[in-house]
């Protein structure tokens, strides 16, 4: 995974800012030779769920995360197919649930909304 990682790392096209709100946000677009491309789907490549869900992982990771490690992925609903060179941007607002952090990820594009879903990070080992 560390290619893949390190390839959305470089579709990053801004920095990760913070909102008024505190919502942290970047933007991404994946050329056509995006790695994430391979196999998915050869002839209509569409940017797969789980580079999305890495991608909101890119930008939470400048939130209140120190000392976190995700460790599961809810409720997440893909609305719509992103299509290479498309820019998204992606954006994550953060809420406690007990001891978890909770990252309310958005995916959007210029067609509306493309994905929802929330990051559940929970502290490391021996770090509660």
Same mark, same amino acid.
């Not at 498309?86 to 509306?112: H, P, Q």
């Not at 493309?114 to 990070?121: E, V």
């Given at each position: ?32 030779? +995006?790695?994430?491309? !391979? ?7 569409? %940017?797969?769920?789980?580079?999305? $869900?890495? @991608? ?37 607002? +953060?809420?406690?649930? !007990? ?7 958005? %995916?959007?594009?210029?067609?509306? $909304?493309? @994905? ?13």
């Amino acid at each position: 995974m560390n290619r893949l990682s390190d390839e959305i790392s470089l579709a990053a096209v801004t920095h990760v800012t913070t909102g008024e709100d505190g919502r942290l946000s970047g933007k991404f677009r994946f050329g056509d030779s +995006f790695v994430g491309f !391979g196999g998915h789907f050869p002839g209509a490549p569409i %940017v797969p769920g789980v580079v999305q $869900v890495m @991608a909101a992982q890119n930008v939470a990771q400048d939130g209140p995360l120190i000392g976190m490690v995700l460790k599961r992925v809810e409720n997440a609903k893909f609305f719509l197919q992103i299509r290479p060179r498309e820019i998204i941007c992606v954006s994550c607002r +953060f809420r406690e649930k !007990g001891n978890e952090t909770v990252a309310e990820a958005r %995916v959007e594009c210029d067609r509306g $909304v493309a @994905a929802l879903f929330n990051l559940i990070y929970l502290p490391e080992r021996g770090k509660s």
